[in-house]
């Protein structure tokens, strides 16, 4: 049988290819385009401005690729996560997070993670592989197919499994289509990656003109104790780290922030607080404060309140703007640092095309 080309994940680029080779104008991809990324189509047949000759063409020769839904969990405090098929029977979590009346979507980019922070469920799994663009997008769209009347998603994070500038192409393709107006649309301000510190990715990031925020998952101001907790900390010492950060292209009036996972009596000390302010000093940046969430494959304790809050006390008096957030979805797994897909055996079969 003739292996048919699947359309997500294509840029608008490779879409003229396609269309090309079908004979029809550059005009038409755009509409391709839109029609599988702005609507979310998944029929040829549905598509009705474009001629039918190029439909059935497109049918026979290419497919439309979508995720699988393979169940879906609702936290007591609204907060959705959805378990989705790949194609190759891998699987993936994705999570809705509502917020004062916005959704916020946090997408995965890989299957596992190569990474292997202490304190991370979905570093036990591994690395299993990189997602590719059309299956970053692709929940997006998934998700916006099971939103209720009215709800819509303001923001995308990139903070689900994985790390995302790990999958540097794939991950940078798919906010190409995200953002795209034809696409997605999403404003670049209105997404945020967020990475455990890959020097050399961040700077090409820096420079993609993307204009996506940035979130950088920091946990320590030492790097005697940022090598225990983010091992990757040995190749990109905090050294490096902070001169690629104060070098980065911030679009004005934005700030990088800081992810920093609170661990009782490990970073969360007096001294680790002014330690962490001498590293930011000067830095246009925010601080998350988040209290680790605990499960039992990970060897540390989530710190009391009163704690964090002496914490966020600290960088609030040395004039460093720090927020706590709040743990979401913990009822179902759902919340930082949980996802992980045990089960990576899943049967295909659910999968649809186009
Ligand atoms: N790899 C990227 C994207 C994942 S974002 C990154 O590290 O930034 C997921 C966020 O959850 C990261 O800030 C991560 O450090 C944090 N996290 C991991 N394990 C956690 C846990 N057990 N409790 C709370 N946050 C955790």
């Not at 490779?14 to 702005?38: K, N, T």
């Not at 320590?220 to 907790?229: H, I, V």
């Not at 007096?270 to 990970?298: F, H, M, Q, T």
Request: aromatic fraction near 4%; charged fraction near 25%.
């Amino acid at each position: 049988m003739l292996n048919k080309i699947d359309l997500k994940g294509l840029n608008l680029e490779e879409m003229e290819r396609v269309v090309a080779d079908h004979g029809e104008p550059a005009y038409r991809s755009r509409q391709l385009f839109h029609w599988i990324y702005g609507r979310g189509v998944r029929a040829f047949d549905e598509m009705s401005d474009l001629p039918v000759t190029l439909r059935t063409g497109l049918a026979e020769r290419a497919s439309i690729g979508a995720l699988a839904s393979l169940a879906r969990e609702v936290s007591g405090d609204g907060t959705r996560k959805y378990l989705f098929g790949c194609a190759d029977g891998r699987s993936i979590e994705t999570v809705l997070i509502p917020d004062e009346g916005r959704l916020t979507a946090c997408l995965s980019t890989q299957v596992g993670c190569a990474l292997a922070c202490a304190f991370c469920l979905t570093g036990t799994m591994g690395f299993v592989r990189h997602l590719q663009p059309g299956e970053i997008v692709d929940q997006v769209l998934a998700l916006q197919r099971d939103l209720q009347p009215g709800e819509r998603i303001g923001n995308l994070v990139l903070m689900g499994m994985g790390e995302p500038l790990h999958n540097y192409d794939a991950t940078v393709k798919a906010l190409t289509i995200l953002v795209h107006p034809l696409g997605l649309a999403y404003p670049p301000r209105r997404i945020t990656l967020s990475t455990v510190g890959l020097v050399p990715e961040i700077v090409r990031l820096g420079h993609s003109g993307l204009g996506v925020n940035l979130a950088v998952s920091l946990h320590a101001s030492t790097d005697e104790l940022r090598d225990r907790l983010v091992p990757i900390n040995r190749r990109y010492p905090l050294k490096e780290l902070m001169a690629a950060l104060r070098a980065y292209p911030l679009p004005p009036r934005s700030r990088i922030t800081f992810e920093y996972v609170l661990i009782d009596g490990v970073n969360d000390r007096p001294e680790d607080a002014r330690g962490l302010i001498r590293l930011l000093r000067g830095l246009r940046c925010k601080v998350n404060l988040l209290s680790l969430n605990e499960a039992p494959a990970i060897p540390f304790r989530r710190p009391s309140q009163k704690r964090v809050e002496t914490f966020q006390r600290h960088l609030k008096s040395a004039g460093i703007l720090a927020t706590i957030r709040e743990s979401r979805g913990l009822d179902i797994s759902a919340a930082c640092g949980l996802l992980a897909t045990e089960t990576n055996h899943t049967p295909v079969g659910k999968q649809r095309n186009g």
